[in-house]
């Protein structure tokens, strides 16, 4: 009996195609929307974790002054950190792998003819493996280079471009303001960094240097710590915490001068923000679902009139209620449920040729699809229920009459 209901449910969708097709439209566009959104959103949740991830291993950002400058927070004039406050994270605070200074200037660069304005770097090697930053070509600094405050540089992969296009800069001497410098490495190609700077448009010094030549003092406006496993960072930062606010002698009912980030709580922040916008998207998608749903009851009870006759003649020959409402329910379900299927299709494609557009990983989910097929489904069960039930309570006598 289902088989043959079904068979009837498929001739009948074939002989109205297209009407069976428009019908259908909105669930397919619905299924779609919901995978193409949600699938596009998990890439991109995935992504940000990843680019954040690659700004370094375990990474603390230890900067001077207040988080929350303004009302309620320190005011006046921000106190710098120096070396001697690099010095005793290394050698106070375990765990860590990896410590650098920075102190940075945005300088114009020139080199013959061409000139770049970028930012300028001191800092030590620390700084390429607290980053998970590699030198592509040439060499990091060597000890007697940081040392003594020799005038060399590294050159991120965008100022390379600018300045020397496809010639080598290796032994190549350029200017950083008023400042002559010899090019002894550039860095790989890092990108674009989930805030939106480039990477690459930077020059590294030996820290030394740039505070000798270009800045005229000693002050370290940032400390990048890397911790030696992830389970670590949050001790390393309480110690780290606790050690500044001693260097810094601030009471204990003082807030700290000072913040250290945790980038994996970034990472998580902009992870969650991501997936509560993935899900707001799917929300929306999801009632072009039940616009769907409204346009299979509507055609549904079209057919219902149509059928009046058709329906009289069944019950006229001994068919019950329960068949017919069943023969009307299992149409609204194939309906739905082609349209299902359809969208599933159409939604991948989408998903793929959107992560394409966007950059973003392709992170497809069988839970979604299955959810959206679902559901699609169940838009048929709700919608073809009242069709169905109004044909099944059709007067045998009034049916047959009816023209």
């Known amino acids: 009996m289902y ?25 397919i566009i619905g299924v779609a929307a919901v995978i193409t959104l949600v699938t596009l959103g998990r890439g991109a949740t995935v992504h940000v974790a990843s680019e954040i991830a690659g700004l370094g291993s375990n990474l603390l950002h230890l900067r001077p002054g207040s988080r929350n400058r303004g009302p309620g927070g320190i005011s006046g004039p921000i106190e710098p950190f120096s ?12 765990g860590v792998k990896a410590i650098a200074p920075i102190a940075s200037k945005t300088l114009l660069t020139v080199y013959g003819n061409s000139n770049w304005s970028t930012r300028v770097n001191g800092t030590s090697n620390g700084y390429f493996a ?17 040392q003594s405050g020799r005038s060399v540089c590294i050159l991120g992969a965008t100022v390379r471009s600018e300045l020397f296009d496809r010639e080598d800069p290796l032994g190549a001497s350029l200017r950083l303001g008023r400042v002559s410098c010899q090019v002894v490495g550039v860095l790989e190609s890092k990108g674009q960094s989930p805030f939106g700077s480039d ?23 940032l400390i990048y710590v890397s911790a030696k496993r992830s389970e670590l960072t949050v001790k390393v930062k309480r110690d780290i915490e606790q050690l500044m606010r001693q260097r810094r002698r601030i009471a204990s009912d003082q807030d700290d001068s000072f913040n250290v980030r945790d980038m994996k709580e970034v990472a998580a922040r902009v992870s969650s923000t991501t997936r509560t916008m993935t899900s707001l998207l799917g929300a929306v998608a999801t009632v072009s679902l039940l616009v ?8 549904m009870l079209v057919s219902v ?3 009046t006759r058709e329906i009289g003649i069944r019950l006229a020959l001994g068919a019950r209620e329960r068949n017919v409402l069943l ?7 194939v309906l739905s449920s082609v349209g299902g299927v359809s969208g599933i299709v159409l939604g ?56």
């Not at 607290?130 to 940081?146: C, D, I, K, M, Y």
């Open 348 to 403: 991948v494609l989408s998903a793929w040729a959107g992560a394409g557009m966007l950059g973003v990983p392709l992170v497809l989910s069988a839970e979604i699809i299955l959810i959206a097929f679902g559901f699609s489904a169940l838009v048929g069960v709700v919608f073809g229920y009242f069709p169905a039930r109004q044909a099944a309570r059709l007067d045998p006598i009034q049916a047959l009459r009816h023209e």
């Open 83 to 94: 070396l001697a406050d690099v010095k005793a994270v290394e050698r106070e605070i375990g």
């Open 292 to 299: 769907g749903g409204i346009g299979i009851m509507n055609i």
């Open 130 to 146: 607290a980053r998970n930053w590699a030198v592509s070509h040439g060499r990091p600094f060597t000890e007697s280079e940081l």
């Open 305 to 307: 009139t149509e059928r």
């Open 327 to 333: 023969q009307f329910l299992v149409e609204a379900v």
């Open 199 to 221: 990477q690459d448009d930077q020059i590294l010094m030996p820290l030394k240097a740039y505070q000798r030549r270009i800045a005229g003092n000693r002050d370290v406006n």
């Open 3 to 27: 088989w043959n209901t079904l068979l009837l449910a498929l001739r009948e969708m074939r002989r109205n195609l297209l009407r069976s097709t428009l019908t259908m439209l909105g669930i």
